[in-house]
């Protein structure tokens, strides 16, 4: 991120600068007024207790609401599970990544992968 500080865009062809919820400690709002942030992550340790713990339900409710307030995109990272997918959506967090889609691919599997969704 510190690269994309001292960049007009944070976005190339391929990539884009996320910020995450709840990044390693280091999450602090005050940097997305001054970050070209366009996406908010939810961090999958809170997706992957989602029907456990209660507060942490509360936090995912939180984050999307807060990433939709802002306009900003929205991703949910390890999911893994039906139940999981569906929560999500509901609230309106349609894009997500993790097994329940795929496992790790390497290039060419990864080709070979994305051509099943692009017509």
Known sequence: MTEAAGKDHATSDCCTAAHSAAD???SSLSYR???????LKVDQSFVRRLHQS????ALVNA????????GLSL?????ETGYQKEYLIKRGCSTMQGYLFSHPLAGDEFEQFSRRFIR
Do not use: T
């Open 33 to 39: 007024s001054r970050l070209p942030v366009h996406e």
């Open 24 to 26: 390693a400690g280091y």
């Open 63 to 70: 984050i999307i609401m807060m990433g939709q307030e802002l």
């Open 75 to 79: 991703i949910a990272e390890g999911v």
């Open 54 to 57: 209660h507060s942490d339900a």
